[in-house]
């Protein structure tokens, strides 16, 4: 049997619909609210934007992380610097079968990025997180004990990078 008219038009509609999808149709109304950018032993590593609903975002709220990367970066060295971060920030609180378990998502969300490709991670509190690849939904996380451990990596007090999280809190402005 070969299909209607109408319905390869519907399959097609669909098919791109979801295609355009992004992390932007589970955030309406949200807005920059800050950027900065990391750097490595002044090597610029990725461009990091917040973008929130709210114009001072909380880890009570959602929210989303976009981190457009200026260098190639294996998906294997994204997931290990990762969990050293929520290692040292989570303390002893953290076994290592919930780390091995967090790894597995993380590789199963990240890729090998190249420059300019950004990953995305939505924050869902009390639910969880997403990622996505280029735009693209890559992994959905459904365990809010991580979501609230990974996106800490930048906005926790304690974060490695405090220059970089009052920049994308919108604390402090990059200079030109």
Avoid at 114 to 138: E, H, K, M, N
Wanted: some cysteine; hydrophobic content about 40%; glycine content about 8%.
């Amino acid at each position: 049997m070969f299909p209607t008219v109408s319905g390869l038009a519907l399959t097609l509609w669909l098919g791109t619909t979801v295609a355009l999808a992004d992390w932007r149709d589970d955030l309406p109304g949200a807005r920059s609210v800050g950027t900065g950018q990391f750097k490595w032993f002044g090597i610029a590593v990725y461009e990091a934007r917040l973008w929130s609903r709210d114009s001072s975002p909380t880890l009570d709220q959602p929210f989303a992380l976009e981190l457009t990367y200026r260098r190639e970066i294996k998906r294997d060295a994204l997931v290990e610097t990762s969990l050293d971060e929520i290692r040292r920030l989570g303390g002893e609180s953290l076994d290592q079968k919930r780390l091995s378990h967090w790894a597995y998502e993380m590789r199963e969300a990240f890729v090998d990025v190249a420059p300019g490709q950004s990953i995305t991670g939505l924050y869902l509190p009390g639910r969880g997180c997403r990622f996505y690849v280029d735009g693209q939904l890559s992994r959905e996380v459904e365990d809010p004990d991580f979501a609230r451990a990974f996106f800490a990596i930048w906005l926790d007090p304690r974060t490695r990078n405090p220059e970089l999280r009052r920049r994308l809190l919108g604390l402090e402005v990059a200079a030109e």
